[in-house]
Each structure stands twice: as structure tokens, then as C-alpha cells.
């Protein structure tokens, strides 16, 4: 299970279904930048900076719920309908909404501890999600679940992570220098978007590395 192989499966695999991706989770994903803009301009620069983890918390888990749905699907050879796999995911939105306000909270929390803990947390609670939306695990037992699953793992979930997310990271600092602010509100607009859904790759990554993983005998 060598990380560079799960790179670029995954690569191919996001390639392969890109306009299917984006047809599932772009218009969310606008939406939420849209939401996120609209929030900031009300509340203003001096606003509590947890205003845009409540708004994340509104859309998030839709648009990740329905491209974690969409993987399993094309994982099976099946093709299901955009709408079908967002109503699944709109079903599934309370249990997935807490995951994600305990899972940001406890790795914001971590990442404030001298940032090691945060780093820790991030990558024991990677499989969360797919342990809630495919298995059917209540949040809590999901995380449980996440935590014994990368046993063994972590140093190659880790670096999956960091592969994806660094560039992401250094595109981020790129686009700021570049467009400084204060931004056209389109242009603005365009740039969060395209960061949130370049991060989809991360749930790619992840999800291949969940079901390598989920194929090995347990050893308990």
C-alpha cells in the first residue's frame, strides 16, 4: 500500500470522473463560498471568526456525503443519479453535520496545542466519515472506529494528506499574494471555490486508502 500507488489511483480516478464530481458537488460547493461571502460582508471584518465553521457545517456535509456515496457507487460499477445521491446525503446530514462540528473542534482544539495534537487528530479521524456514510456508525462510533482503523497506518495516512493538502496550501498562499486584498467579490468568489473543490481530492485519497484498508484481516 504504498502512498505514491493511492496518489495515483486516485489521480486517475478524479480524472476519469471529474465532470461527474463537479456536476454532484460544484454547485454546493459555490453555494457555500456564496454563504460564507455573504456572512462576511453582514457581519463584517471584526466578526467571530467560528462564523465560517457554522456555515461550512450548513453545506459540508451534503456535497462530501454525496462524492463519499458517489465513490462507493463507482467502486460497485454503478452510476447513480446526482439527485438520488443528494437526497441520500441530505438523509444522512444531522449524524454527518455533528461528526463534523466534534471532528473541527477537537483538531482546531489540537492544532492549538502546540499544532502536533491538532495533526494527530486530523489523521486518526480520517476514516470517520466514511465509517458514517458507508457503514451507517453513529459519530461517536465512527470516530472510535476511525481511531482503531489507522492503527498501523499512520505515517502513510499522514503523508497521503500532506501530499494533497500542501500544494493546496502553497496555491492558497500564491492566490493571496497575487490578489491581495480587498478582492473583487466574483473574483473572490471564484478562488474559494476552486480551493474547496480542488480539496475533494482529499476525500479521493482517502476513501481509496478507507477500502485498502478496510480489505485486511483485522488482527485483533
Known sequence: MNPLDVLRDSLYFFQRNLGRIAQLCLPLVIFEALLQQGVSSALGPDA????????????????TGALILFLDARTRGESPRTRDLLAMALSLWPR??????????LILLGLSLYFLPGLWLMVVLAFAEYLLVLKGMAPLAAMRESLRLSRGHFLRILVCILAVMMPLWLLKGASEAVYPEPLNPLLSLAIDSAYSFLQLFTSVVLFR???????????R
Open 48 to 63: 467571530f471568526p467560528g462564523y465560517s465553521v457554522v456555515v461550512g457545517l450548513l453545506v459540508y456535509p451534503l456535497y
Open 96 to 105: 454527518f453535520a455533528l461528526l463534523t462540528a466534534v471532528s473541527t473542534l
Open 209 to 219: 486508502l478507507f477500502m485498502l484498508i478496510g480489505e485486511q484481516p483485522d488482527k
